[in-house]
């Protein structure tokens, strides 16, 4: 079994920056794809990127791309989620999820979640 722990959400103003961890145990880490996904009060979860299993691929949704990163440090069994220029709409609880295989967007095809942190922004 694998367990993932998402850490590093807060309180931002518009503008500012954030970065997320998600710290796994179990399984072996390198086997795994990672994804990030959103979530906010009466919304679906969304797609927000992804990260294979080496971190030399990522793919991010067009609402964020050139803003957030995704990177992984294997060694450490932890992917990270840096978020600049932040906006009031990236307001959510934001998750990290794990499959093997191959890379996937849809919530569905992921086989571990962690628990989510809040990430909020204000105007």
């Known amino acids: 079994q694998v367990q993932l722990v998402e850490s590093g959400g807060g309180f931002m103003q518009a503008g500012g920056s954030l970065r997320l961890s998600c710290a796994a145990s179990?399984?072996?880490?390198?086997?795994?794809?990672m994804g990030w996904f959103r979530q906010a009060p009466g919304k679906e979860r969304e797609f927000v990127g992804i990260n294979s299993r080496s971190g030399g691929s990522t793919y991010y949704a067009d609402s964020v791309k050139g803003r957030f990163t995704i990177s992984r440090d294997n060694a450490k069994n932890t992917v990270y989620l840096q978020m600049n220029s932040l906006k009031p709409e990236d307001t959510a609880v934001y998750y990290c999820a794990a499959k093997i295989g191959a890379m996937a967007y849809y919530t569905g095809q992921y086989h571990y979640w962690g628990q989510g942190t809040q990430v909020t922004v204000s105007s």
């Open positions: 179990g399984g072996t880490f390198s086997n795994y794809v």
